[in-house]
């Protein structure tokens, strides 16, 4: 594929539904990462993969949030009973360098924009 | 902890001129990456040039490049030639060493070209 794919691109649930968000990285990227963005602001981060292993969780808001990468390509981030402050676009980002490169930019994909009524 | 600051929540440039996007920085790692990204109303954040902390010299790509002052902590993007096409949102970001897993985004720089 030529870019990150993030499907779907509109999700609305009523408050309290589970959501899935899908992710497919670029082929051969090694790490993704989860971003939130609220309207209006820069992306706050969530979660980064290295791989299939999760080396960082510390900006998931609650543990109704889950994400995983089991064959560390595609990921899925979750959020269970969601609630209308999860309202936000969630955006997916890969790189082909590991986790830990300060100096690799990040592709990211056009988000999954989630409204919970 | 890191932290960015983008000062112009809005800018406006007339097509053909240059504009300078304010970013300023603050973290404790000695070694750290800063980014600019562009963010079009389709919702997909394009990366556009790179700084390392170490470069002695500032960073350039086509019309975009990077005024970096180290000791005052900023990273100003420099677009040359605007062009409608570059309306759009702007994020300054970094990463630093300590854990760079976890890049840190200002609150962005709407910029608007008119013709």
């Known amino acids: 594929g030529a870019g990150v794919s993030q499907s779907p691109r509109y999700k609305v649930a009523k408050r309290g539904q589970d959501v899935a968000l899908r992710c497919d990285p670029i082929?051969?990227?090694?790490?993704l990462f989860w971003y939130q963005q609220a309207l209006g602001q820069g992306p706050e981060f969530l979660t980064y993969f290295q791989n299939e292993a999760q080396l960082d969780k510390s900006g998931l808001p609650s543990d109704r949030f889950f994400a995983e990468r089991p064959e560390g390509s595609v990921s899925t981030l979750k959020i269970q009973r969601t609630q209308q402050e999860d309202s936000a676009v969630y955006l997916c980002a890969s790189s082909l360098a590991e986790a830990l490169s300060y100096n690799s930019p990040l592709h990211f994909g056009n988000g999954t924009r989630l409204t919970v009524t | 902890a890191q932290k960015i600051t983008q000062t112009q929540p809005g800018m406006f440039v007339q097509e053909k001129e240059a504009v300078t996007l304010d970013c300023t920085y603050d973290t404790s790692d000695p070694s750290y990456g800063l980014f600019w990204y562009k963010q079009p109303s389709s919702g997909e954040m394009i990366f556009l040039i790179y700084?390392?902390?170490?470069?002695?010299q500032n960073a350039t790509e086509g019309r975009y490049s990077l005024n970096f002052q180290k000791a005052r902590k900023s990273a100003n993007l420099v677009i040359s030639a605007s062009q409608l096409g570059d309306s759009a949102m702007y994020f300054c970001a970094m990463r630093g060493n300590t854990n760079a897993g976890k890049s840190t985004f200002g609150d962005g720089t709407t910029l608007t070209v008119k013709p």
């Open positions: 082929s051969g990227h090694v790490s």
């Open positions: 700084q390392g902390s170490y470069d002695q």
